[in-house]
């Protein structure tokens, strides 16, 4: 099985911070890598599909990059609706698997 | 274009449930779909998915050989026979469309329903 790991766990922010939060995969995933977020009890939103294309209606302060085993999701300038938590997907392959999560939180 | 997740409750350990998603809004037929759990206060889990036309199925290592993943696509439905339950199946279980006819991301989700596994 492939293996997401992210980093940082947590991350305190304050508003119009930039934020990077990385995703690393045990084996190439190649650009098959999405991003979401979840807010305490919802279901968790797609941001980012195939790496760097952003869905439909999420704010372009959003964006991702990376391809093969690094990834990283930035938020250009947070802003108070940002504040959740986040994972990172492969789907280069079934089984699929997420990343453990990144907490955001208020600084 | 909506998930609606049903079928989840209490049950104890060793138990079955058969938990239902009715989609609408889409071709149901031109998707795969997904099942995706969160234990209480733990990040997401993929459970199973399955094609679009129903003919693959795949399964996480934990509910090999337990759950099964099916669909009616005259119905636009998706299920998730679940046997042999154990502790650690309690958790949100969310139904989730993926954006294409096998394995890709997620981009609509239902509202999750509950499974819960205790004596």
């Known amino acids: 099985d492939i293996q997401m790991t992210q980093s940082p766990s947590t991350l305190s922010a304050s508003v119009g911070d930039r934020v990077t939060i990385t995703c690393r995969a045990s084996?190439?995933?190649?650009?098959?890598l999405a991003w979401y977020q979840q807010k305490p009890g919802r279901a968790p939103k797609l941001l980012i599909y195939?790496?760097?294309n952003l869905q439909s209606g999420v704010p372009s302060r959003f964006s991702g990059s990376g391809s093969g085993t690094e990834f990283t999701l930035t938020i250009s300038s947070l802003q108070p609706d940002d504040f959740a938590t986040y994972y990172c997907?492969?789907?280069?392959?079934?089984?699929?698997?997420f990343g453990g999560g990144t907490k955001v939180e208020i600084k | 274009v909506h998930l609606l997740e049903s079928g989840g409750g209490l049950v104890q350990p060793g138990g079955s449930l058969r938990l239902s998603c009715a989609a609408s809004?889409?071709?149901?037929?031109?998707?795969?779909m997904s099942w995706v759990r969160q234990a209480p206060g733990k990040g997401l889990e993929w459970v199973s998915g399955i094609t679009g036309n129903g003919g693959s199925t795949y399964y996480a290592d934990s509910v090999q050989g337990r759950f099964t993943i099916s669909r009616d696509n005259s119905k636009n439905t998706l299920y998730l026979q679940m046997n042999s339950l154990r502790a650690e199946d309690t958790a949100l279980y969310y139904c989730?469309?993926?954006?294409?006819?096998?394995?890709?991301?997620?981009?609509?989700w239902g509202q999750g329903t509950m499974v819960t596994v205790s004596s």
């Open positions: 084996q190439s995933v190649s650009g098959w």
């Open positions: 989730a469309k993926e954006m294409g006819i096998t394995y890709d991301a997620f981009d609509i």
């Open positions: 997907q492969q789907y280069n392959s079934y089984l699929l698997t």
């Open positions: 195939t790496a760097s």
């Open positions: 809004g889409f071709i149901f037929t031109t998707y795969a």
